[in-house]
């Protein structure tokens, strides 16, 4: 059985011919596996770890790579040699107990690609499980395609996953204008994606409210101290959200908000240009 076309000629552009033909060995095996089984979409179930393959043969994955990319949802796939073993395995303990830190980097790929296709297909899903993994995919996974060097990946992670979530309160849009402008679009979507996760409307307020007063000063620190990465940015936030969730309401959120204020115009009053930078933050509001 051959390799569908678009599979067929990713692999073909790199691998030997005997590796194809490998390849074309796990194809059969995964369509026996899911013979009969659809998606949620109605589509067959095979399309997905075609779909997979294929986004991996796209990055020029190895060939056991692509081949558990292949295998990756099929029963007891054995046959294909220790090293595919190992990919599945260790995707299997990365799903099992979520530790990033301890896989390796071809099961993070082999994970990436899982989530994308997912997330291209993910109007199929209810709408609590689209926001769950969509907050998941901002908060967790697009970090590590930032990480392997994946930076188109990690694009159609991002802008997929935001476009199930709530855009941001336009309160903590306003606040992060404070931020670099070529970090400030990803920011938002992973505090959107943060969000999500919240389970009622104080602790989300909380948050919002906390991130709104931990702007200046993270902003201080990245234009002036050099950028530190997402997680670093997220943590300074979550300092203050921690603190203000223990009960906050949103009367309170609103004076944090005030607070906000007047520390922007200290920050802004420390750069010596506050006047200037300050119109510019309310036209730009003005404007949204």
């Known amino acids: 059985m051959e390799l569908p076309d678009q599979l067929a000629t990713a692999v073909s552009a790199y691998l030997p011919a005997e590796d194809v033909r490998f390849l074309e060995g ?17 589509d067959p179930y095979l ?8 986004i991996l043969a796209g990055q020029r994955g190895s060939r056991d790579l692509v081949c558990a990319g292949l295998l990756h949802d099929a029963p007891a796939p054995g046959g294909f040699g220790a090293p595919v073993a190992a990919l599945l395995a260790g995707l299997q303990r990365l ?19 899982d989530r994308l296709h997912n997330l291209r297909t993910i ?11 969509s907050a998941e995919t901002l908060r967790t996974l697009v970090p590590i395609a930032v990480r392997l060097d994946l930076p188109d990946l990690g694009r159609e992670l991002t802008d997929l996953a935001s476009g199930v ?22 920011w938002l979507a992973e505090w959107a994606g943060e969000i999500a996760t919240l389970p009622t409307r104080r602790r989300r ?11 200046p000063g993270l902003a201080w620190t990245l234009r002036k101290r050099g950028r530190p990465g997402p997680s670093t940015a997220l943590s300074l936030g979550a300092v203050a959200a921690t603190f203000l969730n223990t009960g906050i309401t949103w009367p309170a959120a609103i004076v944090a908000v005030a607070a ?19 119109r510019e933050l309310i036209e730009a509001w003005r404007r949204r």
């Open 26 to 42: 796990a194809y059969r095996f995964a369509a026996e596996a899911h013979r009969g089984q659809l998606r949620k979409s109605g």
């Open 260 to 278: 906000l204020a007047v520390l922007t115009a200290v920050l802004f009053a420390r750069d010596g240009a506050a006047a200037q930078r300050l």
């Open 47 to 54: 399309t997905h770890p075609v779909a997979v393959a294929t």
């Open 95 to 113: 799903e099992a107990t979520q530790d990033v830190a301890s896989a390796s980097d071809a099961v993070l790929r082999l994970k990436l690609a």
């Open 205 to 215: 307020a909380g948050f919002v409210a906390g991130l709104a007063v931990a702007m």
């Open 165 to 186: 979530l709530d855009r941001p309160p336009r309160v903590l849009a306003f606040a992060a204008l404070l931020l670099p402008k070529s970090a400030r679009s990803r």
């Open 123 to 133: 109007q199929h899903l209810d709408p609590a499980k689209r926001r769950v993994k």
